[in-house]
Structures are given as structure tokens and as C-alpha cells.
């Protein structure tokens, strides 16, 4: 892995000069109390990834980077768009600051040229549901409103103790406090983004410096993940949260299915031969025959090695490939033969043997029926079963019109 240059395109919108705001995302590749924290999937998408999309859709941040020493993390950042930097093992353990993978960052891609920046922001992929809006409104107080650091904060009227051994109240008089509603509302920084002054960021060195200006935003949103138990709460809310957790047209380039438990209902018939006999849906050929008329290739990709799978496919019309022991590792070559942009990718699945695909492409789909890791993993759900009308389901997502 090494340090992307200034000189390329990838997410940047307009070549370096005064005025630029340039949005860091520290994400190192280490965690203890989420190990993978960085690339665990919120609502199907990998947390760096979502902080890089919201960062990238703000109108008023001119390019995005992503500082790393993992380099599974830079290629997840790099698909989605952003410019990588390389960051060095000394600011990458477990003190380092997060203001020392800024400075490093701003270094790596400005040089000596820092003149050319007008805003740093700090954005934290730890928070998945930051919107593009918020780091709109964080740079805005900075470069419009005279503010030399800005940070997104929640409106907090709880009531705070210390010691709970022998509790003493912090921001109320436990003789004799105040309604909650008479009281003047407090800020919680959530942890979500920081806009700083270039300049002052440079010579200061830390995040807070002169004029501070709290910039609110929705308490309901607000979720820093620091422990396993914030990640399953995130998971739970994005199919909430998320604007939208279903392709529409134009956004799929080709889809890829399991067999077993997604096209079947995982149920098999043994014969005392031992040949297997499996039931399918007559509505998912009707979704795949949509979708090859629309000109989009469909893959059956399933560790099953009994010939039916193959029969399936054939009677589809679509490419099989079956009895593969590492679906992760075919679906790679598979992207790689096609040029296919593995983003615009979707793949149906339903059991743990679908997560290393999962992990690649842009869209993990579970049928309603999958395993529960699977589910929390997916970006989206389909409302059926496997092995009834799932693929037909998703068809009528990406082709936009009823299949029903």
C-alpha cells in the first residue's frame, strides 16, 4: 500500500487551489473493542465506506481521504472513492491521536502547499449515520460564520452524575434542580465530524482551538460505535435510518445467486439411491428471465455439487457455477473476468457461507429466511423466504415495476 499523490482524481472534485476543504476519515485497521470495526457493515455497507459516500455527496468538501495502515480498508476506500494515505505504524497504534493521522494526511496529499486549504474536517466512520447535510452545516460555520472549529453535537437534557458510589450530580442540584423542561438545553458532542480552520489547525495541532461553535444536529441519529453491543444497535437502525435500503433501476450491473435456502426453501427429498430432488419457485424464473431481458448477467454461484443446480441454470439460461468450496474467492475472479464494478453488484444469499461474497459487492441481499449473521450482514431483506418468490422480489426492485 502506499501513499496515494496529489495528482489523482479519485475523490476530489476540482484540482487543488484556494478555498479547498479537504475531509479526512482516520481508520486505522486495529480495534480491540470491535476487532474489523472498520470494515464491519452497517445497513450492508462497510463503515469507512459510509463515511466516504456522506463526505463525498457533501456539496462544500472538495476532496475526501481515507488515512489507513490496513490495506483492506484503503481497497474498500478506493472503490468507493476516496484517496488513500498510508499511515505509518508510529500513528497507527493505539495512542495515536486522530489529529495525528489529520496533520499526517494533510502533509502526504498538500506538502508545503497548505495555503490551499481553507478547511480540515475530521470525519469519523465510527459514526454511521453522519449525513452529507451535517458535514455541509460544520464546514459552513467555519468558512462562513467565523468559527475556528466546529463539531456536531446533539441537544442533551439528561441529567449527569459522578461516582456512583456516592453519586454527586454535575449539571444539576440534586436538592433542589430544576424541571427538565425549564432547564437551558446542554450539547452532546457525538463524535461524528469536526470542521477546523487549516491554518489554525495547523499551528495548534488539536481539533479545539479559538472561536468553538456546536452545530446541532439529530439526537436521533447521534451513535458512536466503541462496543460490540453499538454495532448491533446500528445494524438495527439503519433498516430505520437509511435512506434507502433497496436498488432501484440503473443502480444493479449484475446479480449473482446462491442456490440452496435462497432459490429453495433449503428443504432436499433423498431418494434411496441418494439423488437429492429440490423444489424451486416458478415466479424466480419469471424474475430472472426479466432480468436477462434487461440486459443484466445473472450468475447461480452454490458450494452444492448435485447436478440439479446445474439443471436449474440451464433451463434459466444463465451461468452456473456450482460445487465451489470458496464462493468468496469465484465470485472475485468472477467481477475480475467481467470488469464488473463489484459496488454495483448485488448478491442474494441466506447462510454464513455467503458472507465472504457479502464482504465484495455493493448490494448483499438476505431472503428473509437466512441465517441471522447473514441478515445482519445484508443490506437489504427481501420480505419472502427463500424458495418463495425471493429472486422475483429482487428483480422487481431493480427493474422497477411490479412483477407480481
Known sequence: MSTTSTTSTAGRRRTPGTGEVLAVIPA????????????????????????????????????VAVSTDDPAIAAAATT?????????????????????????????????????????????????????????AVVAAVADEGADTAFTAARFHGFVWRDADAATGVNHDAGGRQRRQDREPEWLETGAAYAMRAAGFGERRRRFFGRTVAVPTDAGRALEIDEPGDLDRARVLATVLDATTRPGPGEIDAVVLDFDGTQTDDRAWVAADGTERVAVHRGDGMGVAAMR?????????????????????????????????????????????????????????????????????????????????????????????GGHGAVREIASWILGKDLS
Open 293 to 385: 431481458r434487461a440486459g443484466l448477467p445473472v450468475l447461480i454461484l452454490s458450494t452444492e455439487v448435485n447436478p440439479v443446480v446445474a439443471a436449474r441454470a440451464a433451463k434459466l439460461g444463465v451461468e452456473c457455477r456450482h460445487g465451489i468450496p470458496e464462493k468468496g474467492e469465484e465470485l472475485a475472479a468472477w467481477l475480475d473476468e467481467r470488469g464488473l464494478a463489484a459496488s454495483r453488484v448485488l448478491y442474494l444469499g441466506n447462510d454464513i457461507n455467503d458472507l465472504p461474497c457479502f464482504a465484495q459487492v455493493g448490494w448483499p441481499v438476505a431472503v428473509a429466511s437466512a441465517h441471522a449473521s447473514v441478515r445482519a450482514a445484508a443490506r437489504s431483506v427481501t420480505t419472502v423466504p
Open 80 to 136: 468507493a472513492g476516496a484517496l488513500v494515505v498510508e499511515r505509518p505504524a508510529d500513528l497507527a497504534g493505539d495512542t495515536a491521536s486522530s489529529e495525528s493521522a489529520v496533520l499526517h494526511a494533510v502533509e502526504a496529499l498538500y506538502g508545503g502547499r497548505t495555503d490551499d486549504l481553507d478547511v480540515v474536517v475530521l470525519v469519523q466512520c465510527t459514526s454511521p449515520f453522519l449525513t452529507a447535510a451535517e458535514l455541509d
Open 28 to 63: 486505522r485497521g486495529g480495534s480491540k473493542g470491535v476487532p474489523g470495526k472498520n470494515l464491519a457493515r452497517v445497513g450492508g455497507v462497510p463503515l469507512v465506506v459510509r463515511a466516504v459516500r456522506a463526505a463525498r455527496a457533501a456539496g462544500r468538501i472538495s476532496a
